[in-house]
């Protein structure tokens, strides 16, 4: 989860580099994308901190997080971005995994 916020950050700064750099065509929504996309990327490191904590409400977060990821990296595959849909999927199978594993539920919902 900690490193899906610092990629999320990583986008942000994409966001901004070509807001500022490459003059974006409407600037008004790079820089609303851009304060959105560091809205998430504070959302995650806030779950990442809580489950590192192993507080319960984290996993709920997560978990949808995580589905949301699925739903859009999936259709990437058939659209002609499979190296996209890649980035999506796989780290979001692999938490999901991770998040349902018994220690790890044991260590949750202590």
């Known amino acids: 989860?900690?490193?899906?916020a610092l990629l999320l950050v990583a986008g942000a700064a994409y966001l901004v580099h070509g807001l500022v750099v490459?003059?974006?065509?409407?600037?008004v929504g790079a820089a609303v994308l851009a304060?959105?996309?560091l809205a998430f990327?504070?959302?995650?490191?806030?779950?990442?901190?809580?489950?590192?904590q192993r507080a319960t409400w984290a996993r709920s977060p997560v978990l949808v997080w995580q589905l949301l990821q699925l739903a859009a990296g999936w259709p990437a595959f058939?659209?002609?971005?499979?190296?996209?849909g890649v980035l999506l999927v796989v780290p979001a199978v692999l938490v999901l995994v991770g998040l349902f594993l018994p220690p790890v539920s044991a260590q949750i919902s202590r």
């Open 41 to 52: 990327a504070a959302g995650v490191a806030l779950c990442a901190h809580g489950l590192l």
């Open 78 to 84: 058939s659209g002609g971005s499979p190296w996209l």
């Open 22 to 27: 490459d003059d974006a065509a409407v600037p």
């Open 1 to 4: 989860m900690a490193l899906e």
């Open 35 to 37: 304060l959105t996309t």
